[in-house]
């Protein structure tokens, strides 16, 4: 069931463009701080999703074009066999798709755990830096929805 907090002004919730902004720059944040996990040439479509990402922030492309990047990005996820380039992906695809869907930036922030977690980082160290970087507005209810879906994420 959706989190009502994440739903936008304009679909009859609470959640405001401001907000949105705020959150889709702190999901691609997240998502950006992992990609130098990837050993490999960062695939196109990886930065390509994180650009959409930052240019519908500023209100520059559509939410179409951004879901269009997230598939992209999750294409990526399904080909590749590597457990830290799949998450890296997840985590893109999952920022990016915040333009559709609000609480689509919470799995941004989780893949990217999941991400440092397969690179045998310290995950601990990575979600203090994730919710340093949480505008103080959103802090509350961002994490209190991410501890309610984290337990599905197996980090």
């Given at each position: 069931?959706?989190?009502?907090?994440?739903?936008?002004?304009?679909?009859?919730?609470?959640?405001?463009?401001?907000?949105?902004?705020?959150?889709?720059?702190?999901?691609?944040?997240?998502?950006?701080?992992?990609?130098?996990?990837?050993?490999?040439?960062?695939?196109?479509?990886?930065?390509?999703?994180?650009?959409?990402?930052?240019?519908?922030e500023k209100e520059k492309v559509t939410v179409?074009?951004?879901?269009?990047?997230?598939?992209?990005?999750?294409?990526?996820?399904?080909?590749?066999?590597?457990?830290?380039?799949?998450?890296?992906?997840?985590?893109?695809?999952?920022?990016?798709?915040?333009?559709?869907?609000?609480?689509?930036?919470?799995?941004?922030?989780?893949?990217?755990?999941?991400?440092?977690?397969?690179?045998?980082?310290?995950?601990?160290?990575?979600?203090?830096?994730?919710?340093?970087?949480?505008?103080?507005?959103?802090?509350?209810?961002?994490?209190?929805?991410?501890?309610?879906?984290?337990?599905?994420?197996?980090?």
């Open positions: 069931m959706r989190d009502n907090r994440f739903v936008a002004v304009h679909s009859g919730g609470l959640f405001t463009k401001d907000r949105h902004h705020q959150l889709i720059r702190w999901a691609r944040e997240c998502s950006e701080h992992v990609l130098s996990l990837i050993e490999e040439n960062v695939d196109q479509r990886l930065i390509n999703a994180l650009y959409v990402a930052k240019e519908w179409g074009e951004a879901r269009n990047a997230s598939v992209s990005a999750h294409a990526l996820a399904r080909e590749s066999s590597n457990p830290i380039t799949i998450a890296v992906a997840r985590s893109t695809g999952h920022a990016v798709a915040t333009a559709h869907m609000a609480d689509h930036s919470m799995g941004a922030a989780l893949y990217a755990l999941k991400a440092v977690k397969n690179a045998g980082k310290s995950v601990d160290a990575e979600r203090k830096w994730q919710n340093e970087q949480l505008p103080s507005e959103i802090m509350e209810f961002v994490l209190t929805a991410m501890s309610m879906k984290e337990k599905h994420f197996k980090i």
